[in-house]
């Protein structure tokens, strides 16, 4: 027998299934929304959760759209429409749904057990980004922690199932008893995490302090998930911080020195992407990195101003600033990617409209505008003039 060949095949053939599995790991989903409101944006939202979608690794097939007076309480669509969906997914290959919508743990499970497909919901999609961006230690709590919650009153569906299934036997089943240790194991699990949470929030508070003691001030960059915040402070600062064209690639912000031609000297700081209808418990679990927005002097909010949707980001990044308490802080806004928008006069209209000053990040020449009027907001703020050169 030679060896060699035989080695050789059997290379061939792992790479073969390592192949095939690679393709099987990719999730194919459907996207659906109900949309109560006949001249609502449904496009525009669909477009968001198909973005949602590709960054968390999901290959999308299609997209569809129901209008209806209510949410169907237990199937969110009709049930006549579920059976095409279904059979629209069989067609396709698909083995997802997604909807955009908060699906209760009920829905879910009618769902599934109708269509016997994975049946995910946009909160989840969106744990799973953070899931797969989390690096700090502190963001993998995060968004542990943001799982679990999350988890905790689906186990209770799960439960009642269950308890139907081991039903008559006695009022507790072997299965029944089990859920419970689960969720007992989560619920500790959740109070571990928290507080590990604290042990790192209170290094995080004396880093500020050391921050604050330099005397600089403070510039924060806020905006809408995807706007270009990231590749704009690596513009202004040269540094290389990690952008790309997915939703929150940015989950553990870096903060850089800014130097203005005119040694003045600040810190600018960078933050995770908003969304709108941000799920509370993933709000809850990054408060604690957005508190340190409270110690800003000025917010830079960053715009993708090519969105056809981006009026509707602003609203949603001025409402989580409200949200923190720090709507009232000196913000200037920035529309970013000028270089989409062919309308230029368009485009000069909406600047006034919003007093925003318009840039390109991925273009350096195209910023001097932008960094005058930072040093203008910035100078006389902190202790200035007295660091070290
Ligand atoms: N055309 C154009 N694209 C840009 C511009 N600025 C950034 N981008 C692109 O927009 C995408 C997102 O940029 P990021 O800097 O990662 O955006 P971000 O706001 O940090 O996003 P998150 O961290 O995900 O919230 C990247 O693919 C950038 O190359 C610009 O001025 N023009
Ligand atoms: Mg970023």
Known sequence: MNFTSFIAALEGEFTGKQKSRKVEATERGILIRVETNPTGDAHLSLAELKELARSSGVAVFDAITQYRNALDPRYVLGKGKLADVLIRAMQMGANLLIFDHELTPGQVRSLADFTEMKIVDRTQVILDIFAQRAHSREGKIQVELAQLKYLLPRLAVKHTAMSRLTGGIGARGPGETKLEINRRRVRDRIKLLEEDLLEIEKARGQRRVKREKAGLPVISIVGYTNAGKSTLLNSLTQSRVFTEDRLFATLDPKSSRLRFPRDTEAVITDTVGFIRDLPPDLFAAFRATLDELHEAHVLMHVVDVGNPDFENHIAAVDKILADLEIKEKPTLMVFNKEDSVADK?????????????????????????????????????????KTPP
Do not use: H
């Open 345 to 385: 006069p368009l485009l000069a209209t909406l600047c006034r409209r919003f007093n925003a000053v318009a840039v390109t990040a991925l273009d350096k020449k195209t910023l001097p505008r932008l960094i005058k009027k930072l040093e203008s907001l910035v100078k006389g703020l902190g202790k200035q003039g």
